[in-house]
């Protein structure tokens, strides 16, 4: 079955760099695009980008462009999204997901990663 | 990039209830579009995907339909175990996904 485990919980500065890991198994790493999502506390869902594991291209949101890099190493299966120059309000939990085995909806979430961004 | 408008933000509602929650898009997405349901502390699961079918395992008190621009996700009868806050996520635009603000629906 379709699994995503994700990096633990990290605590960085304002101004730091963060990088999350997403071990992919289950399925055929380069067969589908992944995509990191996250949510801050008590609010809404947010797309972040999507990476094609096969080729390595991404997209990304507007919001994110410039400060957040999304990479992956088909040799261990894992996926990384890393997000810069962090500010308080990055504080949330971030999700890793893949789309359906047949549409483009994401169908598959990683447990989640809680990044905070404290002084 | 194509905005979702999802309402209410809030539904009070008891069990046994009829419920309906809407997404309106900003342009036409066709039917790419999906439904979830989150709980405290987990992760989103999806129910409905391409506006109408529903995912494998979701019981069929769920249903969505609406094309183009307009979007609902009913339930049926509530059940104790749906007390949740619900998504819509447009995948047509599908190099940019963008999710509806959340429907938090609470017992009244």
């Known amino acids: 079955q379709v699994q995503l485990v994700q990096s633990g919980a990290e605590v960085r500065k304002p101004g730091a760099s963060v990088k999350v890991s997403c071990k992919a198994s289950g399925y055929r790493f380069t067969g589908f695009y992944l995509h990191w999502l996250r949510q801050a506390p008590g609010q809404g869902l947010e797309w972040m980008g999507r990476?094609?594991?096969?080729?390595?291209?991404?997209t990304s949101a507007q919001k994110f462009q410039g400060r957040v890099t999304m990479t992956r190493d088909t040799s261990i299966t894992t996926a990384y999204m890393e997000l810069s120059r962090l500010r308080f309000d990055d504080t949330a939990v971030y999700y890793c997901?893949?789309?359906?085995?047949?549409?483009?909806?994401?169908?598959?979430w990683g447990q989640g990663s809680l990044i905070t961004v404290s002084s | 990039d194509i905005q979702m408008t999802q309402s209410p933000s809030t539904l009070s509602a008891s069990v046994g209830d009829r419920v309906t929650i809407t997404c309106r898009a900003s342009q036409t997405i066709r039917s790419w579009l999906a439904w979830y349901q989150q709980k405290p502390g987990k992760a989103p699961k999806v129910l409905i995907n391409q506006a109408s079918r529903l995912e494998s395992g979701v019981p069929s008190r769920f249903s969505g339909s609406g094309s183009g621009t307009e979007f609902t996700l009913t339930i049926s009868s509530l059940q104790p175990d749906d007390f949740a806050t619900y998504y819509c996520?447009?995948?047509?635009?599908?190099?940019?996904?963008?999710f509806g603000q959340g429907t938090k629906l609470e017992i009244k």
């Open positions: 990476i094609n594991p096969n080729h390595g291209d991404t």
């Open positions: 997901a893949r789309v359906a085995d047949h549409g483009e909806y994401i169908q598959n």
């Open positions: 996520l447009q995948y047509s635009s599908y190099k940019m996904y963008t």
